[in-house]
């Protein structure tokens, strides 16, 4: 995780798998706690006898997660030489995994492909326990130069880092293992180089018996890579001598949400000075001219649904033209430390709207600190949102429904917005009776109108699981579906559809990336391209065909909703930036234009967050937060991925440049014209 995130936000599924892969432990027969945002939500045990390592790996994350058992054989070397891993996987499907090397050659088999090679190296399963990690970083620490070769492909690399003492005697070193995913994956091991800790502050493999130190090492690992993204941030951020001129560029005008072309936009400082006809532009002297010939310029792009757990996710974010976002789950102190960090200029990251997430205290909680159970732990949550400098708080899955009211009212009374999901037990329509301000996830409009038997596990994966078996067979010209529209608009709720991670969880299929990230699937980190190709929980075609009936309908339902005039905002709850195209291409597909999409990403985004005056479209006067795109956009919406350059508050990025720290491949050698100086 670091980055699961900085893979874990969601590609639902799949960003909990990346996390595994990206961030894995243990190295000798142990007893681990797998720990959620501070509670523990279950375990892994290794076990060695006979030359195979033996693992079982568990945890429950909202009624999903995995459940499956892993054999490994290794060479003298550590290196893996038979593998095996049954159970299921964090979806439920099914986990059925075979690797082998004989004959000088490794044949593998799983949900996201088979293949062999000759090539000799570390077999990194797809479905990995925590334990893989360790196991890896052991046998890069024999290895000439601590560097090894991955099958099926790719290239890992270790260093150390830091120490800390153990309680009982001996230390733990921190490793950060390069070439699995966004960020290094740090992995501290004892003096046998057995496992202590694998993962972060959002979800860990932690010692049994580890105690409070276990919060120590996170933090002190989290120091490390902060520190080493602050040195690297030095590089990545230019701050121009003087003016910046785009020149003859093809604009997005958000407020017509259409384009205009030959227009000029000159930029001093981190304001917009002055947009007009190219022919009419008065270029400063000693200005830094980018011609705009054959691109589109974008205002900066919001992405309304985002977990930001590690840092590395303002690399992604800021690189894919996304320079706002909005956080609706994290932990407040980490969090607010991030925040700070991008605002400065230390960190490289967007400008961050919040919302603090409220759950029920229940076995199917999701991951915040804010678990409530009484009305006096619910006016407290509140409370310590709002003193936290919160302006909105997002209710989830498995609040009481009595609870439910007691929040809205205080959050209300204390100036604060109150959005999230449908608590279960409730339909959507009671829900915004109840007093919510906005609505997250489009699969709610949907399974209020299912009856009372899906309502009530709606804090079950029968959130999603419903929206596949039942979406194709509701009525939308029905008067239950006719009135919740009404009642969205009459209301003035704001949806956040985040369809692509839907379509991601219905869809995707095994040994394809998911579609909300194919279209850098050949630019991801190596393992991590693997990691989201294990498919959703379609089992068959004939799942997948009835799942897409189903998101077929949901997509009639949103332009229904579109139609009546209800707000929308764009939103992925996904990997930060690299899903938003995706998210947008949903939007087309269902029905509207374009530049109805981008004004989803831009003026409408910056409406709602409360910021249409200062950002969300090109004007005189309005923070300098620019894309400048290849093609346009406005006209093929999947142009809008194609980021050149990126400018947030004045500062220029490079997002070839951005990605390529991120553990990414660039689009191309460089885009950055800096073009002449007048």
């Given at each position: 995780m670091n980055q699961i995130r900085r893979l874990r936000r969601s590609l639902a599924a799949c960003l909990l798998a990346t996390a595994v892969l990206a961030a894995p432990p243990a190295a000798a027969d142990g007893d681990y706690d797998v720990v959620i945002l501070g509670s523990v939500r279950g375990g892994m045990t290794v076990?060695?006898?006979?030359?195979?390592?033996?693992?079982?790996?568990?945890?429950?994350?909202?009624?999903?997660?995995?459940?499956?058992?892993?054999?490994?054989?290794?060479?003298?070397?550590?290196?893996?030489?038979?593998?095996?891993?049954?159970?299921?996987?964090?979806?439920?499907?099914?986990?059925?995994?075979?690797?082998?090397?004989?004959?000088?050659?490794?044949?593998?088999?799983?949900?996201?492909?088979?293949?062999?090679?000759?090539?000799?190296?570390?077999?990194?399963?797809?479905?990995?326990?925590?334990?893989?990690?360790?196991?890896?970083?052991?046998a890069l620490l024999r290895a000439p130069g601590g560097e090894l070769a991955l099958l099926p492909r790719g290239k890992a690399r270790i260093e150390r880092v830091?120490?800390?003492?153990?309680?009982?005697?001996?230390?733990?070193?921190?490793?950060?293992?390069?070439?699995?995913?966004?960020?290094?994956?740090?992995?501290?091991?004892?003096?046998?180089?057995?496992?202590?800790?694998?993962?972060?502050?959002?979800?860990?493999?932690?010692?049994?018996?580890?105690?409070?130190?276990?919060?120590?090492?996170?933090?002190?690992?989290?120091?490390?890579?902060?520190?080493?993204?602050?040195?690297?941030?030095?590089?990545?951020?230019?701050?121009?001598?003087?003016?910046v001129v785009f020149r003859d560029v093809t604009l997005y005008d958000a407020a017509k949400r259409g384009r205009a072309e030959h227009r000029t936009v000159i930029v001093r400082g981190n304001r917009i000075a002055w947009v007009g006809p190219a022919r009419a532009a008065r270029i400063p002297d000693g200005a830094e001219v980018i011609d705009g010939g054959g691109?589109?310029?974008?205002?900066?792009?919001?992405?309304?649904?985002?977990?930001?757990?590690?840092?590395?996710?303002?690399?992604?974010?800021?690189?894919?033209?996304?320079?706002?976002?909005?956080?609706?789950?994290?932990?407040?102190?980490?969090?607010?430390?991030?925040?700070?960090?991008?605002?400065?200029?230390?960190?490289?990251?967007?400008?961050?709207?919040r919302?603090?997430?409220?759950?029920?205290?229940?076995?199917?909680a999701g991951p915040t600190e804010l678990l409530v159970g009484t009305r006096e732990e619910a006016v407290a949550a509140v409370a310590r949102a709002a003193d936290a400098g919160y302006p909105a708080v997002k209710l989830y899955s498995s609040l009481s429904t009595d609870l439910v009211p007691v929040i809205i009212a205080e959050a209300h009374r204390r100036g604060l917005r109150v959005g999230g999901h449908v608590p279960a037990g409730m339909t959507m329509t009671q829900a915004i009776e109840a007093g919510f301000d906005e609505?997250?996830?489009?699969?709610?409009w949907m399974l209020g109108l299912m009856g009372p038997a899906v309502v009530a596990?709606?804090?079950?994966?029968?959130?999603?699981?419903?929206?596949?078996?039942?979406?194709?067979?509701?009525?939308?010209?029905?008067?239950?579906?006719?009135?919740?529209?009404?009642?969205?608009?009459?209301?003035?709720?704001?949806?956040?559809?985040?369809?692509?991670?839907?379509?991601?969880?219905?869809?995707?299929?095994?040994?394809?990336?998911?579609?909300?990230?194919?279209?850098?699937?050949?630019?991801?980190?190596?393992?991590?391209?693997?990691?989201?190709?294990?498919?959703?929980?379609?089992?068959?075609?004939?799942?997948?065909a009835r799942n897409r009936q189903s998101l077929d309908r949901l997509g009639q339902m949103f332009m229904m909703m579109h139609r009546a005039g209800v707000t929308m905002v764009a939103g992925t709850d996904g990997p930060p930036g690299i899903?938003?195209?995706?998210?947008?291409?949903?939007?087309?597909?269902a029905g509207l234009t374009?530049?109805?999409?981008?004004?989803?990403?831009?003026?409408?985004?910056?409406?709602?967050?409360?910021?249409?005056?200062r950002l969300g479209s090109i004007e005189a006067g309005k923070l300098a937060d620019l894309v400048l795109v290849e093609g346009d956009p406005t006209r093929t919406i999947a142009d809008v991925a194609r980021t050149s350059l990126v400018m947030k508050d004045g500062l220029i990025f490079d997002p070839d440049a951005l990605f390529v720290a991120a553990g990414m491949q660039p689009r191309q050698p460089r885009t950055i014209t800096k073009g002449d100086k007048k």
């Open positions: 076990a060695t006898g006979q030359g195979v390592r033996r693992v079982h790996f568990h945890y429950v994350d909202r009624g999903r997660g995995p459940d499956f058992r892993t054999e490994q054989r290794s060479d003298a070397n550590g290196i893996p030489i038979a593998y095996s891993a049954d159970g299921h996987n964090y979806l439920r499907g099914t986990v059925d995994e075979r690797f082998d090397r004989s004959g000088g050659i490794g044949r593998w088999k799983s949900r996201a492909d088979q293949g062999e090679s000759r090539v000799p190296g570390f077999y990194l399963p797809h479905e990995g326990s925590m334990d893989t990690t360790s196991s890896l970083a052991a830091t120490e800390r003492a153990l309680p009982a005697g001996g230390k733990a070193t921190l490793y950060f293992i390069h070439g699995l995913s966004f960020a290094p994956s740090p992995v501290w091991l004892d003096d046998a180089n057995d496992l202590v800790l694998e993962g972060n502050g959002w979800v860990s493999a932690r010692r049994k018996g580890l105690g409070a130190l276990g919060d120590e090492l996170v933090k002190a690992q989290e120091k490390a890579l902060t520190q080493r993204e602050i040195d690297q941030a030095q590089s990545l951020a230019r701050k121009p001598a003087g003016a691109r589109t310029l974008l205002p900066g792009l919001f992405d309304m649904h985002t977990h930001l757990a590690d840092n590395v996710g303002g690399l992604l974010a800021i690189g894919s033209g996304v320079t706002s976002t909005r956080d609706l789950a994290n932990q407040i102190a980490s969090l607010s430390e991030r925040i700070a960090a991008w605002d400065s200029g230390r960190l490289i990251g967007p400008r961050v709207f919302s603090a997430m409220i759950d029920g205290r229940h076995p199917l609505i997250n996830h489009a699969n709610f596990k709606t804090n079950t994966p029968v959130r999603l699981t419903a929206l596949g078996e039942h979406g194709r067979d509701i009525d939308l010209s029905g008067r239950p579906a006719r009135d919740l529209v009404a009642l969205t608009r009459k209301r003035g709720i704001v949806l956040d559809p985040t369809l692509s991670i839907l379509e991601d969880t219905l869809m995707a299929e095994p040994g394809k990336p998911v579609p909300s990230i194919a279209a850098f699937a050949d630019r991801l980190p190596a393992t991590v391209a693997r990691s989201v190709s294990g498919g959703g929980i379609a089992q068959n075609d004939t799942e997948r899903t938003l195209p995706r998210e947008l291409e949903t939007y087309v597909e374009p530049g109805e999409a981008l004004y989803m990403a831009t003026l409408g985004a910056a409406r709602v967050a409360g910021a249409g005056d």
